[in-house]
């Protein structure tokens, strides 16, 4: 099983970009499909992307299409998010999500996945 830490959160203005890191330990992490989610104050934690194992396959929740991009490094253990074009209800603590079938990843149902990172904190201020 992997472990996973999210960096890379922080304070942007609207229409500004960042990038998310998630790094994974152990040596199976070319194993597994990854996700990012993430959870506003006072709402539930929602699926935002998804990638394959292999990093061929990807998928987007609607509301940040053609925004942000998931990828992943396999050499590196880490996947990727970047941002683009921020905006205020992007606000959120984003999390990163392990598991060896994309297809959970990609159904996005919090309760079936057991491997999660912390959490890093994105503002953006409008």
């Known amino acids: 099983q992997v472990q996973l830490v999210e960096s890379g959160g922080g304070l942007v203005q609207a229409g500004g970009s960042l990038r998310l890191s998630c790094a994974a330990s152990?040596?199976?992490?070319?194993?597994?499909?990854m996700g990012w989610f993430r959870q506003a104050p006072g709402k539930e934690r929602e699926f935002v992307a998804a990638?394959?194992?292999?990093?061929?396959?990807?998928d987007y929740a609607d509301s940040v299409k053609g925004r942000f991009t998931i990828s992943r490094d396999n050499a590196k253990n880490t996947v990727y998010l970047q941002m683009n074009t921020l905006k205020p209800e992007d606000t959120a603590v984003y999390y990163c999500?392990?598991?060896?079938?994309?297809?959970?990843?990609?159904?996005?149902?919090?309760?079936?996945?057991?491997?999660w990172g912390q959490g890093t904190l994105v503002t953006v201020s409008s």
């Open positions: 999500a392990a598991d060896l079938d994309y297809r959970t990843v990609v159904a996005g149902i919090v309760r079936y996945l057991d491997i």
């Open positions: 152990g040596r199976t992490f070319s194993n597994y499909a």
């Open positions: 990638i394959s194992s292999s990093g061929w396959n990807t």
